[in-house]
């Protein structure tokens, strides 16, 4: 049993940053992948960036390529997200998720078995 609670979301202006912290509580493992996602209204939950299980690669989204970053802190057992130069096309609820088997189809939501409440990312023009 795993839960995942998000951090960070809200209100920020064009160009603006916001860090996204996700804590992971439970049974879990240095194997599994771990991503963030988003989704907004009347759009289909879409990859922002994950971490394979394992060797530490990393995968985008290419509309947030070389504004977001991605990271793992294994000892506090917490994912992050650091967002850059947000648009207002990145407005969305963001979900950060843990995939059990961590080496294969990583960028896939549908492959995902935990998943965070979802925190509320809004960039005002």
């Known amino acids: 049993q795993v839960q995942l609670v998000e951090f960070g979301g809200g209100l920020v202006e064009v160009g603006g940053s916001l860090r996204l912290s996700c804590a992971a509580s439970?049974?879990?493992?240095?194997?599994?992948?771990m991503g963030w996602f988003r989704q907004a209204p009347g759009k289909e939950r879409e990859l922002v960036a994950a971490?394979?299980?394992?060797?530490?690669?990393?995968s985008y989204a290419d509309s947030v390529k070389g504004r977001f970053t991605i990271s793992r802190d294994s000892a506090k057992n917490t994912i992050y997200l650091q967002m850059n130069s947000l648009k207002p096309e990145d407005t969305a609820v963001y979900y950060c998720a843990i995939k059990r088997y961590g080496d294969y189809k990583f960028q896939d939501p549908r492959l995902y078995d935990y998943w965070g409440q979802g925190t509320q990312v809004t960039v005002s023009s």
């Open positions: 971490i394979r299980g394992s060797g530490g690669t990393t």
């Open positions: 439970g049974r879990t493992f240095s194997t599994y992948a």
